[in-house]
Nanobody
């Protein structure tokens, strides 16, 4: 089993920045990739970004390209989501998720095996 804990959410003004962290524990060597997803009120969950175990492959939703950066620090079993130039439409609960399989479709949430509890990000305009 793998446990994921997200931290770093909060309230920020439009144009500001936040860094989310996703700390993994347990059988972390079973993880192939980690993704960030978000869900706004009344909307479906959407994929934001994802990165593989080695960190040499990452993907982003078009809506966050150029503003968000995903990275990982394997020594700490932690994946980060650096968010800049935040907009009101970025307001959502952000979840990190981990996938075991190397057959990786980064934005398909149903393929991820483990999920964190989520952290709220609110961007005020």
């Amino acid at each position: 089993q793998v446990q994921l804990v997200e931290t770093g959410g909060g309230l920020v003004q439009a144009g500001g920045s936040l860094r989310l962290s996703c700390a993994a524990s347990g059988r972390t060597n079973s993880i192939f990739a980690v993704g960030w997803f978000r869900q706004a009120p009344g909307k479906e969950r959407e994929a934001v970004a994802a990165i593989n175990q080695s960190g040499n492959n990452s993907f982003y939703a078009d809506s966050v390209k150029g503003r968000f950066t995903i990275s990982r620090e394997n020594a700490k079993d932690t994946v980060y989501l650096e968010m800049k130039s935040l907009k009101s439409e970025d307001t959502a609960v952000y979840y990190c998720a981990a996938q075991k399989s190397s057959t990786w479709y980064w934005n398909r949430d149903y393929l991820y095996d483990y999920w964190g509890q989520g952290t709220q990000v609110t961007v005020s305009s």
